[in-house]
């Protein structure tokens, strides 16, 4: 029987986002859009709607619909780059079987696997599982979260097989610069090594310091060995479609990720399908970016001000783009004990967070820390962030 251990974030979320009356900010997809909002974002509104109600609803393409493949490949398209093809696409039931597929086809005992921490737990704790090995690539507070390259020299071994990344990080909001990136590609290519990247809250770069340009994905920097998964959920503000993708250069890759598939599922959606390739087109995609965009920066305003005016209690490293922000809060000088602030906080106020240290610091790391997403409705934030003033002020301050 394979040993996994309990994914607490989603345990949690499960546990108490159905709480009645709940303020929901512990949800981490930009708010949420309907297919009538889809077809409101579309610029030519004599175009057909996202649904073809007289196709037969078989099983549909075994590896995502042509349209939907080359739409995904498109978003990596780059002038100096050769563009991806559709077959290097392959369209899974969002980026959490995209993820678990890609770790169960390519790592396994006498692997070892070196993932960024901290992160979505799924990335380490399955090829744990798996039998594999695995190194956490601490990020640092003093280096603003961003991974130094020269830890890698520690922790690689001659059995590394894969080095797993979040760009930008869940639940950081953190981005790795392309500087960083050209340096891990550099450091993985002579060694043989995978690079995979978790991009599912790419490309919702929003608040970046100026200057600073967005991070391409890890697919353009020339690696034959990179491989990208990402999904409808969290920057396309589509969850309730269940659309995700692995994406690579790599045939074998895709091809080993194929065969492993067939004994997993058949094939996504075709209404799910439809959706996404509806969504991605370029008579929808840029507009529904520009919402979602506006959204993060309006609704970042009003967490960093809150945070802002509450600088003896709580502190963060600010986040530059994704949904989600990690923020410690302490009393008396001393972190709060982060699940009992969540529990006491969700019964007081019903505004929900997550304890940072039991979903995202094995239960020892971020001590005090909360992650909130702030992508969600603005009025539902507002909301919380007022419920969350009043609760420090009476228990904090």
Request: with cysteine.
């Amino acid at each position: 029987m394979v040993k996994i251990n309990p994914f607490e974030v989603e345990q949690w979320m499960d546990r108490y986002e159905t709480t009645p009356g709940v303020l929901n900010v512990a949800e981490t997809c930009a708010a949420s859009v309907s297919i009538d909002d889809l077809v409101a974002l579309c610029k030519d509104e004599n175009a057909p709607g996202p649904l073809a109600l007289s196709t037969k609803l078989t099983y549909g393409a075994i590896r995502g619909s042509q349209a939907l493949r080359q739409n995904v490949a498109s978003l990596f398209d780059r002038p100096s780059l050769t563009p991806l093809s559709a077959e290097g696409v392959v369209i899974t039931q969002g980026a959490i079987v995209a993820n678990f597929l890609l770790f169960y086809t390519l790592v396994g005992p006498g692997d070892h696997v070196i993932c960024v921490y901290p992160t979505y737990q799924q990335l380490y704790a399955v090829p744990e599982s798996l039998g594999a090995e695995v190194s956490l690539w601490a990020l640092k507070e003093e280096n603003g979260y961003i991974p130094d390259i020269g830890d890698l020299e520690k922790l690689v071994k001659t059995n590394t097989k894969m080095i797993v990344i979040n760009n930008p990080n869940n639940p950081l909001g953190q981005v790795i610069p392309t500087l960083v990136l050209k340096a891990l590609v550099a450091f993985a290519e002579p060694r043989g090594i995978i690079i995979l990247s978790d991009e599912v809250y790419s490309p919702l770069y929003h608040s970046l310091p100026e200057g600073q340009e967005a991070p391409p994905s890890i697919l353009a920097l020339g690696y034959e060995k990179a491989v990208v998964t990402g999904s409808m959920s969290k920057a396309f503000a589509l969850a309730g479609i269940r659309i995700g993708w692995i994406a690579s250069r790599d045939a074998g890759i895709i091809e080993a990720v194929l065969a492993a598939r067939d004994y997993t599922t058949i094939s996504v959606s075709q209404l799910d399908d439809q959706i996404a390739t509806y969504a991605l087109s370029n008579l929808v995609l840029p507009a529904l970016l520009k919402r979602n965009t506006a959204l993060a920066q309006t609704n970042l305003a009003s967490l960093s001000a809150l945070v802002e005016r509450h600088g003896s209690v709580c502190s963060w490293v600010k986040p530059t783009a994704g949904t989600t922000a990690l923020i410690q809060f302490r009393k008396k000088g001393v972190p709060v004990d982060d699940s009992e602030f969540v529990l006491d906080l969700l019964e007081k106020t019903k505004v929900l967070v997550m304890p940072g240290s039991v979903c995202f610091g094995l239960g020892k790391d971020f001590k005090g820390f909360i992650r909130l997403g702030y992508v969600c409705e603005t009025g539902v934030l507002n909301q919380a962030l007022e419920q969350l003033e009043l609760y420090i002020n009476d228990r904090l301050v």
